[in-house]
Nanobody, 115 residues
Framework: QVQLVESGGGLVQAGGSLRLSCAAS????????MGWYRQAPGKQRELVAT???????NYADSVKGRFTISRDNTKNTIYLQMNSLKPGDTADYYC?????????WGKGTPVTVSS
């Protein structure tokens, strides 16, 4: 049973920073890729950033240069460092992991950016 637990969300003013964490049950080496997605009220879930088991990263254009995804294999955890936050970044942020073609999701952590 794969479990992903997000933490680190909260309320921050525009221009501020937050770091999200996603702790996975078991070794994250088993996942071909992990990442962060977000869903704002009334909108579809969208990709924010992904990182493969080999460390390759991919970012949505809207967050390039502001967000950084990373992983700590010793802690079975991935992170999303979010800087220069904007009100448009307000959403629930979900951790995702892919293994053998199956997608696993965390329950999400809310991020609210006030103007």
């Amino acid at each position: 049973q794969v479990q992903l637990v997000e933490s680190g969300g909260g309320l921050v003013q525009a221009g501020g920073s937050l770091r999200l964490s996603c702790a996975a049950s078991g070794t994250i080496f088993r996942f071909s890729a992990m990442g962060w997605y977000r869903q704002a009220p009334g909108k579809q879930r969208e990709l924010v950033a992904t990182i493969t088991s080999s460390g390759n990263t991919n970012y949505a254009d809207s967050v390039k240069g502001r967000f950084t995804i990373s992983r700590d294999n010793t802690k079975n955890t991935i992170y999303l460092q979010m800087n220069s936050l904007k009100p448009g970044d307000t959403a629930d942020y979900y951790c995702n992991a892919v293994r053998v073609g199956l997608n696993y999701w965390g329950k999400g952590t809310p991020v609210t950016v006030s103007s």
